[in-house]
């Protein structure tokens, strides 16, 4: 079945960094559009940034740009978040999304940024 698992997030203070990882399974990545979302609380869900299949065509929103860089390895059907300069606005659940025609979504990691 379609599994998309994300993993990397966690506790940093503001200024650091943390890379996450999304590895998908069940569908043929590399024919998939491949984004992370984010969440925090009382927020609707946001783009963050995504990344397009074959040409590898990136695109962030705006308050991440600069800081936030999103990556693909088709041979190891994953997509990464790698996130420097982290502000305590950052905190948030982080999802890893695949969209085609069908629509995936992984279960969210935490990302936490405070002192």
């Known amino acids: 079945q379609v599994q998309l698992v994300e993993s990397g997030g966690g506790l940093v203070q503001p200024g650091g960094s943390l890379k996450l990882s999304c590895t998908a399974s069940g569908f043929t990545f590399r024919n998939y559009l491949m984004s992370w979302y984010r969440q925090a609380p009382g927020k609707e869900r946001e783009l963050v940034a995504n990344?397009?299949?074959?040409?590898?065509?990136?695109h962030y929103q705006g308050s991440v740009k600069g800081r936030f860089t999103i990556s693909r390895d088709d041979a190891k059907n994953t997509v990464y978040l790698q996130m420097n300069s982290l502000k305590p606005e950052d905190t948030a659940v982080y999802y890893c999304n695949a969209h085609l025609i069908q629509e995936y979504w992984g279960q969210g990691t935490q990302v936490t940024v405070s002192s």
């Open positions: 990344i397009t299949q074959v040409t590898g065509f990136t």
